[in-house]
Every structure is written in structure tokens, then in C-alpha cells.
């Protein structure tokens, strides 16, 4: 009798799989799964397959764990394992905004048809998805706050549970998704990262758009072999599975006449992040006003695709990377800033509609539209190059203070080696001083964003605690560091705030009282008195402002605190 009860459960069981459709399938494609609808699904098949493995890896603001689906042909689940076998490591995540929840169907099925064997996981491949990333935007649902898109009926809203963009939180982790994230990434270490969106902006023909890691940041040797070789075949594959698709749509204006330029993409945004670990990030971006079910199939398609193509490249992939890695690892210098080559350029084909103009039904006024009665297929320039500037060499290590622990918990999230002095240490090292910085005036994802930094360098003596972080750099996590803690870089700490208390002056003054300290201080520094003079004579505005003369002797004096724009992250030069 147990026996027969329990062969009949593994016959429900075996016939649920075969049988199972998500609400996406079960509406023709009008709809999407809801975040509780997503795990339950991945659950049921963690129960009838040894394929896969569900596990909750961190927790979210909206109180819910991040739940992680492996799966792998040969029911092994360690990532680190699938490294040795050189295995590809793909990493899909969904729903970073769940307005955009094409994804999140898409890896649904993709996933039961792995199980079902309706498609086939190649050996070499190991996938990984987190089903819903922005769990508190998904679960608040709405029909409204997409007003450009068509579909599905219900989705997700873009802000998290703090109302962050989880898409620009991947370096100043503000949120616990982020920190979750972090863990996963470093957990599996993917060869590749697939971040699932829907585009919004100019209307056209291609139901999907890529947005793909900016070549340049990954290196000649990995970038070059992706913009070759790797992304080329996505192209193709799409093409054969009637899945026409172009890169994401940036025009400088409406209309592609004057070109295309690559996205660039800082390492607050999921590929830019990746970019920094030598991991090729790819951002899916459907088109918004196609139907949300060739979205979802478009979705899927790419998906597999992209598993496809990794199964054939492994070997070159898995190679490139490695010596991407061992470059960053010995580089000497890293830039900072990048523009688009305007005088490089290729060719890509591009099915859009043309422009027309008509009176506005809501305002009376002319506006445009585009036509889709006239559709068109042009050769458009894309500018895909771009131009490194603004190098920092690289120190041999860095070293930052206990008491900064928020940016050496971060840097210990993202797999940074460091090391702790066992005694207080007088150290000649490199010390930044801010010269000069903007803060926004409006807040941008919970900060005051720093930019437009200038710094200058000074050699001095700093006397460091027993406990205080040196890092050396000679890690996979260079690049990371280099783009983290140089006060310049366009996602650094700095420019996120971090460091935002060396930035007031902590101790001042009374004039009458400094006044004849001043006085005192000029008598013994001859130096000092010949540069007041100097300025006084070369402004008069300062030679006749008493308070501003006090104020340049007490910032070139010894009561002066040394501390006061002297940025708490130090570099050592030499081992």
C-alpha cells in the first residue's frame, strides 16, 4: 500500500510538471506572475527535480528573503565546483523594476521547460535566476505607473520599500537587496550577468533590445572578443528564432539619423557593476508598447539564446575572462572617465517608423508621433568606441581607517582581501586633500551626489591604530577598489557620500581671541607672512577683509585641524 501511494505521488508529481502553466500562459499572455505566485512555482519544481536547487540567500527592505534558483544537469549546486569543471556560470536576475516583469515570466518557464526537458541545459552551462529581486516593488501592484507600456495588466512599481531604483544601488548598497546581491554575485562569480528590463522612449519594429557591457571597461582581450565574436552570434541566434534584435535605442535625437551611441554604464547600474569583476553584463530591454506576450517570448528566446551561444564559447569565455582577470590584477593605472569615439563607428540595421506631426487631441498644439504606417529598415551608425582619459595609477595598497566601517563592510561584501596592523603604525603614505567638490542640490537615490572632484596629493607621516585596514592591491577585486575608493571616480564612495564628515571643520575659532594668536603665529612664521602679504596685494578684496586674513593664517597654521577635506583613505606607492 505505500508503495502504491507512493508511486502515485511521483506520477502527480511528474504529471504537475508536464501539466503546469503560469498565469502568463494561462491568460494568453495578458498577465504576470505575482512575487508569492513566482516562488511557489520555483518551489514546486524543486520538488520533482533533482535539476534544480531553491535557496533563500539574504533578506529584502520589504522583510522577504531573495530567493536564488540553481539549476544544473547534473544536480550539483556548488558554484565554486562549477568553476572547476569549467562550466559557463550564467546569473539571470529579474524584477530589479517589477513595472518591467517580463522576466520574471520568462525565466518561469524557461525554467520548467529545463526540467521538462523540453529544452535541454547544456552539460557545460550552470544557470542561475533570482526570480524577483525588488520584492517590495512587486508586491506593490498597479495598472497605472507605467503610462508607456502596453501590458500586462497588473505589474510591480520601480521604487523598492525605501522608494530607492534598486538599478543604481549596486555600488552604494543603500538597500538589503543590494548587500544580497552582492553575495550572490560573489557566491557564483558568473561569467556572464543577464539583468532583465522594458524600455521606454522612441518608438520601432524590434520587439527586443540589448544593452551590452561597454567593451572598452572589459579590456581588449575579453571586450574585444565580445564585440567580435560572442555578441555577434546573439544577433544571428535571434534572428533564426524570428526575434529581429538591435542594441538598446540611445539617439542623441528622435530619429536615428545622426547615429546611435553605445550606452555607458557606471558601476551604480547592474552591468557596470559587473563590469568591474570581468563579468559580461547584459540588460535585456523590450520595447514597451509591443504586446507584454511577444515581450515575454522575446524574453525567453534571448535567454535561451544566450545559453546556447555560452555553451558553444565556454572554453574562449572561460579563457578571456581569466586573462582579463590577470590584467586588471597587474595593471598599472585605470581610467576614470570615458567618452564616445564620434569618429569610429560601425553599422547596424535598424527597423524603425517614420516621424509625423499632427495636432495634439489633449493640448491642441502640434506634436509628434510616430507612423506605423510608415515603417523602415536604414543602416544607422552605431557608435560603439569609446575613449579612456583621466588615468589614476594605481597605489600598491590603500589604507582606510577602522572607524570608516560602513565602506570596509561593503568592501568586505564584495570579496575585498585586507589586512588589520596588529600595532599603531607611522606610515609614510599619499593623502588626498579635496580642493574641490559639488553636491547636488537634489537628492538622487537618497544622496546628495559629490561631483566634479579635485583633489590634490600630499606625502605625510600618518600615524595608523592597531586595527585600521591595509589593502593591497594585487586581488581579483582591483578594479573594484581602484573605481571604490579614488575619490575622482563617478560611483566612487566619495561621490556617494561616505566620506561626507571629513568635509565640515570641526574646531574654529573666536576672531577676538585668534587675533592675537594670529599675530603671534605670523612673528614666528616668516614664510607664512610673506604669502599673506602676497595675497593682499594681489587681491584687495581680501586685503580688506579682516576676517578672511584670519581665516588664511588659521588654515595655514598649526592649530589648523589636519584632518579638516584630508580624505581617510590613504595610498601606499611601494610594497
Not at 544593452?211 to 572589459?218: F, N, R, S
Not at 551604480?268 to 520595447?287: C, D, K, M, N, W
Not at 495636432?359 to 557608435?383: C, E, H, I, W
Not at 594681489?538 to 588659521?554: C, P
Amino acid at each position: 500500500m505505500r508503495k502504491l501511494t507512493l508511486l502515485s505521488i511521483l506520477i502527480s508529481l511528474f504529471y504537475s510538471a508536464h501539466a503546469q502553466q503560469c498565469r502568463f500562459e494561462k491568460t494568453n499572455g495578458l498577465e504576470s506572475a505575482t512575487y508569492f505566485e513566482a516562488i511557489d512555482w520555483y518551489k514546486n519544481l524543486d520538488k520533482i527535480s533533482t535539476k534544480i536547487l531553491v535557496k533563500e540567500m539574504g533578506m529584502s527592505d520589504a522583510g522577504y528573503p531573495l530567493h536564488l534558483v540553481l539549476v544544473s544537469n547534473d544536480s550539483k549546486f556548488d558554484a565554486a565546483q562549477w568553476h572547476k569543471q569549467n562550466k559557463a556560470v550564467i546569473l539571470i536576475n529579474n524584477g530589479i523594476h517589477p513595472g518591467e516583469p517580463d522576466g520574471i515570466d520568462a525565466s518561469m518557464m524557461l525554467v520548467r521547460d529545463i526540467v521538462n526537458n523540453k529544452i535541454k541545459l547544456p552539460d557545460n552551462v550552470a544557470v542561475a535566476f533570482i526570480p524577483v529581486y525588488n520584492i517590495g516593488g512587486c508586491l506593490n501592484r498597479n495598472s497605472n505607473s507605467r503610462a508607456n507600456q502596453n501590458g500586462p495588466l497588473e505589474y510591480g512599481f520601480r521604487g523598492n520599500s525605501q522608494n530607492l531604483d534598486l538599478n543604481r544601488d549596486f555600488t552604494k548598497n543603500d538597500s538589503r537587496e543590494a548587500k544580497a546581491f552582492a553575495q550572490i554575485f560573489h557566491l557564483l562569480d558568473p561569467d556572464i550577468l543577464i539583468d532583465n528590463h522594458v524600455s521606454d522612449g522612441a518608438d520601432y519594429q524590434h520587439t527586443m533590445t540589448l544593452l551590452t557591457t561597454q567593451y572598452d571597461k572589459l579590456g581588449a582581450g575579453l571586450g574585444g572578443w565580445l564585440k567580435n565574436n560572442f555578441e555577434p552570434q546573439l544577433y544571428k541566434g535571434m534572428t533564426e528564432k524570428n526575434w529581429d534584435m538591435t542594441p538598446y535605442v540611445n539617439f542623441e535625437t528622435e530619429t536615428p539619423d545622426k547615429g546611435m551611441e553605445m550606452f555607458y554604464d557606471p558601476p551604480r547600474y547592474s552591468s557596470g557593476y559587473a563590469a568591474l569583476f570581468q563579468t559580461i553584463g547584459f540588460v535585456p530591454e523590450t520595447h514597451m508598447l509591443k504586446p507584454y506576450k511577444d515581450r515575454v517570448l522575446s524574453t525567453y528566446a534571448l535567454s535561451f539564446t544566450v545559453i546556447e551561444k555560452a555553451s558553444l564559447n565556454a572554453t574562449a569565455l572561460i579563457a578571456e575572462r581569466k586573462k582579463a582577470r590577470a590584467a586588471v590584477a597587474t595593471a598599472i593605472s585605470f581610467p576614470f572617465k570615458w567618452t564616445v569615439d564620434t569618429t569610429k563607428f560601425s553599422f547596424i540595421t535598424f527597423k524603425g517608423y517614420e516621424q509625423g506631426f499632427k495636432p495634439s487631441d489633449a493640448t491642441g498644439l502640434n506634436r509628434m508621433y510616430y507612423d506605423r504606417s510608415k515603417p523602415f529598415t536604414k543602416q544607422v551608425r552605431f557608435f560603439n568606441v569609446f575613449n579612456a582619459s583621466n588615468f589614476v595609477d594605481a597605489p600598491a595598497a590603500y589604507i582606510i581607517p577602522q572607524g570608516w566601517y560602513g565602506v570596509i563592510d561593503l568592501l568586505k561584501l564584495n570579496n575585498v582581501q585586507m589586512q588589520q596592523f596588529k600595532n599603531d603604525t607611522l606610515i609614510d603614505v599619499e593623502a588626498y586633500h579635496i580642493d574641490d567638490y559639488k553636491s547636488s542640490p537634489r537628492p538622487y537615490e537618497k544622496h546628495h551626489k559629490n561631483s566634479g572632484v579635485k583633489v590634490s596629493a600630499l606625502n605625510q607621516k600618518i600615524r595608523f591604530l592597531k586595527g585600521d585596514y591595509i589593502i593591497w592591491l594585487n586581488q581579483p577585486a582591483n578594479r573594484y577598489l581602484v573605481e571604490m575608493l579614488e575619490p575622482t571616480g563617478d560611483d566612487s564612495f566619495f561621490a556617494w557620500n561616505f566620506f561626507d564628515g571629513i568635509l565640515q571643520q570641526k574646531e574654529g575659532y573666536s576672531d577676538y581671541r585668534w587675533d592675537d594668536l594670529a599675530a603671534e603665529v605670523l612673528k614666528n612664521n616668516p614664510v607664512l607672512k610673506a604669502k599673506l602679504a602676497e595675497k593682499k596685494k594681489a587681491d584687495e578684496k581680501f586685503a580688506a577683509n579682516g576676517s578672511a586674513q584670519l581665516d588664511f593664517i588659521y588654515k595655514n597654521s598649526p592649530y589648523y585641524e589636519p584632518g579638516h577635506n584630508r580624505y581617510p583613505v590613504y595610498r601606499l606607492k611601494t610594497k
